[in-house]
């Protein structure tokens, strides 16, 4: 029985091609997403840590306004630390 590691980071994705541009998302998460000049979205890059609610909480609201459902939240896990005493064989 493994332990099971919470996630430290999100990404925020977008899929181009069920985005419309309506910009929804860059006025519910201004400091995750910006909009290109047709309206399209920009997201930040790069994985954005849970210890920051403010940004979690804007995330998950633009997800949520999307109104074509173009948006997702990817959480990861830390990388996990092999231990001294064992070795994973592939």
Do not use: K
Not at 50 to 58: K, M, Q, R
């Amino acid at each position: 029985m493994g332990v099971r590691r919470r996630p430290d980071t999100f990404t925020m994705r977008v899929n181009p091609i069920l985005c419309d541009g309506f910009g929804h998302c860059a006025e519910l998460a201004p400091e995750l997403v910006h909009l290109d000049e047709w309206g399209y979205p920009i997201i930040v890059d790069g994985p954005i840590r849970l210890s920051v609610p403010a940004a979690l909480d804007s995330a998950r609201y633009a997800v949520r306004g999307c109104p074509r459902q173009a948006l997702r939240l990817e959480y990861q896990r830390p990388a996990r630390a092999e231990s001294p005493g064992r070795r994973r064989i592939d």
